[in-house]
């Protein structure tokens, strides 16, 4: 799983690209209409593993790889990377042939950040980019919230040059 020089590689015009983007969103946001929308781009493969040590969930695409990646940050919740949007984004992202890993970092769930939890998020993103399903060793960093701030301080350490594609 891993992000090349765009998130989403297509060779479709402008409008699948758009196309594209509305199945991601309304899949997400449980939208009407979206059941159809969900059976277009395979059945993604989700699975739970562990990833730099790691507890991660990896959505696969149903296409075969390499694909671009997507290490994706979860804001403070509960749930985790268990919480009911993160899973309907990343099935939606994997639909549209991305590979999206969703790791339980040290202190995100209750809307901590720490050393660790930075170190974490680092080394799942490396890893996540020197997979051999990982497109080109580069991913993408998204988050939401705490997530967000994560991917941004994840995405300035050194070790990660070369690997991220966008945040």
Known sequence: CSVGTSLMRTSRGP????????SVLATTLSLPGASALARI???PTPC???????????VRPSSAPPW?????MNGATPDGRRHPTVHRLSLALARAR????I????GVAAGELSPRTVAQAVAVSEAAARRPETADERVALVGVSVGGTLSLLA????????HISVV
């Open 41 to 43: 781009g395979g059945r």
């Open 155 to 162: 995405a300035a350490d050194s070790r990660l040059r070369h």
């Open 15 to 22: 409008l699948g690209v758009r196309a594209q983007a509305l």
């Open 68 to 72: 671009p990646a997507l290490v994706f």
């Open 48 to 58: 739970e593993t562990t990833i730099a040590g790691i507890a991660t969930t990896v």
């Open 103 to 106: 790791p339980e970092l040290a």
């Open 98 to 101: 991305v590979c999206v890993f």
